[in-house]
Nanobody, 120 residues
């Protein structure tokens, strides 16, 4: 089994910054893609940013030039640096990791979610 532990959320004023972390542990052979999604009240969950094992990144248009995703492969950890935060960034943020387990099975695991609230 693979577990994800997210941290770093909280309340911040508009224009401020937060850094989210998501650490994966368990029966991990390799991790391919690490993503951050978010879900605001009354809205569908959306992909915010993703990063491959090779470091290729992609971002939602709404966060480009403000958010940066990175990963530490040695620690099986993905980060999301969020700058110039806006009230519309308020949401529960979820980490999602896809990879291969030590039993050579593909896995896809979600974190429990972490609240980010941006006040105006």
């Amino acid at each position: 089994q693979v577990q994800l532990v997210e941290s770093g959320g909280g309340l911040v004023q508009a224009g401020g910054s937060l850094r989210l972390s998501c650490a994966a542990s368990g029966s991990i052979l390799s991790i391919n893609v690490m993503n951050w999604h978010r879900q605001a009240p009354g809205k569908q969950r959306e992909l915010v940013a993703g990063i491959t094992s090779g470091g290729r990144t992609n971002y939602a248009d709404s966060v480009k030039d403000r958010f940066t995703i990175s990963r530490d492969n040695a620690k099986n950890t993905v980060y999301l640096q969020m700058n110039s935060l806006k009230p519309e960034d308020t949401a529960v943020y979820y980490c999602n990791v896809e990879g291969v387990s030590t039993t050579f099975r593909r896995f896809g695991t979600w974190g429990q979610g972490i609240q980010v609230t941006v006040s105006s």
